[in-house]
């Protein structure tokens, strides 16, 4: 697939809000962004990878997991090969690395391994009481 490359990570305060980007680029034709569903994950040292929030290849159809919904928002805009999460009323509990992944299909799946999908580098996200 593609390389994906995540920004927006940084440091915040509780209550804070950041928006994290993931740009998809290198795909070989006739591969497009919007052939693919896109998910955020994070994951805290010495916890598994854990997914935050999926979305399919229109936009059409999200997913949340319950420590975020209502305050993180994932979208994607396929004209520009990037997808967002944006994250509102940070807490200290959201510290992690956030990585983004290309799914290899159209719509979000459940993984059963890490290989299922394409990864980002990660971007470090830190939130301080």
């Known amino acids: 697939q593609g390389h994906l490359a995540e920004s927006g990570g940084g440091l915040a305060q509780a209550g804070d809000s950041l928006r994290l980007s993931c740009t998809v680029s290198?795909?070989?034709?006739?591969?497009?962004?919007?052939?693919?569903?896109m998910g955020w994950f994070r994951q805290v040292p010495g916890k598994d990878r854990e997914e935050i929030s999926c979305i399919n290849w229109s936009g059409s159809n999200t997913r949340y997991a319950d420590s975020v919904k209502g305050r993180f928002t994932i979208s994607r805009d396929n004209a520009e090969n990037t997808m967002y999460l944006q994250m509102h009323t940070l807490r200290p509990a959201d510290t992690a690395m956030y990585y983004c992944?290309?799914?290899?299909?159209?719509?979000?799946?459940?993984?059963?391994?890490?290989?299922?999908?394409?990864w980002g580098q990660g971007t470090q996200v830190t939130v301080s009481s």
């Open positions: 290198g795909l070989y034709s006739p591969l497009r962004f919007d052939d693919f569903a």
């Open positions: 992944a290309q799914f290899r299909a159209p719509n979000c799946y459940a993984l059963e391994s890490l290989a299922a999908v394409d």
